[in-house]
Every structure is written in structure tokens, then in C-alpha cells.
């Protein structure tokens, strides 16, 4: 599947999302075993910094130098619309607060999944922008140059890779490898009268 092709699948995707607990399903599709390819849900501590935006889209990462935002800005800078920033960094420092999200509604991107923490909770919430990351803290990183983008990266011990498919709700984060994602997904959409049916095999 081409980039467009899985650009498409992810708009379609985030369409199908709202009402649902898409990511339960995209879980269960995954399977619980290791893989070489990355990808699978984010670990529980991972939650959204608001409920009822949930998100889909393909990965853009930023991967900071120590807890220094350049990585972050850069990320910004060439990112598509329609995309998922996925940042890592300690959970120490806020990477996300009012600035960022402003920046990111202007270029349409979607979401931000920050290893790390998100602080002005109120501006963000205002804005109606989807955050999910480790904690919140007034503390914010440091506005130098440092780190790299668009290099895989490990967020709650999950790896993500640019271009993987990054999925969101109100039930946590699931990556689905881009190499998995045209499989998984337009079988899921296929089946969204079924996926919402009482008889689920699991909890």
C-alpha cells in the first residue's frame, strides 16, 4: 500500500472512530505477542488528556535530545495534515502545552502522543485539540535545537516508526504497524456492524 493509500485508510478510519471503541478492536486484531514490526497499545499510564477525541492518522515523530524542544518545533514544521505527532522524551518535562497546539491546528494535524508530559490543560482543552501522554506538568522542556525526527521511537515500550498507523479514543492508544495496517484495517471497517454487537469474544 502506497502513502497515499495509507493516508486514505487512516481519513476513513478516524471518520468511522467517533461513537465506537475502535482501539479495542485494533488490540485485539494486533494480538498480545512481541513483534519485530513495533506497533500494539499503549500501556495504561498513557491516557487522553481530555475524553471524546478520538483520532486516527499516520505517525510523525520527534525524538527530543534531553528535554529540549527542537525536536518537537521540527516535527511541527513538516508535518501533513491529517498526521499524528508522536513525541518522546522524559515524562520529567511538559512537550505540549498552548503554543504547540496552536501550531499544530494550523498545519491539521490531528493529535499529539507524547511519551512525556502536556501542560495549559485549559488552553489545550479550549482549543479541542487530542493529547494523550504520561502526566501533566507546569515544568515545560527547553526551547533549544537537539534531537531528531522521523526516526522510530519507543513510547511505554511500544515502537513506533514514521508512517505507522496511530489510532486514539477514550480506551487509550493503539500503533498499527503501516505494513499490518492494510490488512487490519478495511477488515475492521468492514465489520463495524459486528464490532459493536454484545457477543465480543473478550471482556
Do not use: K
Not at 502506497?2 to 481519513?11: H, I, N, S, V
Not at 525524538?63 to 516535527?75: C, F, H, K, M, R
Not at 531528531?148 to 480506551?171: E, R, S
Amino acid at each position: 500500500m502506497t502513502d497515499p493509500e495509507l493516508a486514505a485508510l487512516a481519513d476513513e478510519l478516524h471518520r468511522a472512530l467517533p461513537g465506537r471503541d475502535l482501539t479495542c478492536d485494533l488490540s485485539d486484531a494486533l494480538g498480545h505477542g512481541e513483534s519485530q514490526d513495533g506497533g500494539g497499545a499503549l500501556p495504561p499510564g498513557f491516557r487522553p488528556l481530555h475524553s471524546r477525541r478520538p483520532f486516527a492518522g499516520l505517525a510523525v515523530t520527534a525524538s527530543p535530545q534531553d528535554t529540549e524542544l527542537g525536536a518537537v518545533y521540527a516535527a511541527l514544521d513538516l508535518a501533513p495534515a491529517g498526521s499524528v505527532l508522536v513525541i518522546g522524551g522524559p515524562a520529567t518535562h511538559a512537550f505540549w502545552g498552548e503554543r504547540t497546539t496552536r501550531a499544530a491546528l494550523g498545519r491539521g494535524v490531528r493529535a499529539a502522543v507524547l511519551a512525556g508530559a502536556c501542560r495549559d490543560v485549559s488552553a489545550v482543552h479550549h482549543l479541542g485539540f487530542a493529547v494523550v501522554c504520561s502526566g501533566v506538568t507546569p515544568l515545560a522542556g527547553r526551547r533549544r535545537e537537539g534531537g531528531a525526527v522521523q526516526v522510530p521511537l519507543a513510547v511505554g515500550g511500544v515502537l513506533v516508526y514514521p508512517g505507522d498507523l496511530v489510532v486514539g479514543d477514550d480506551n487509550g492508544v493503539v500503533v498499527v504497524p503501516a505494513r499490518r495496517a492494510a490488512e487490519i484495517v478495511p477488515a475492521l471497517l468492514r465489520a463495524l456492524p459486528s464490532a459493536l454487537s454484545p457477543d465480543r469474544s473478550t471482556p
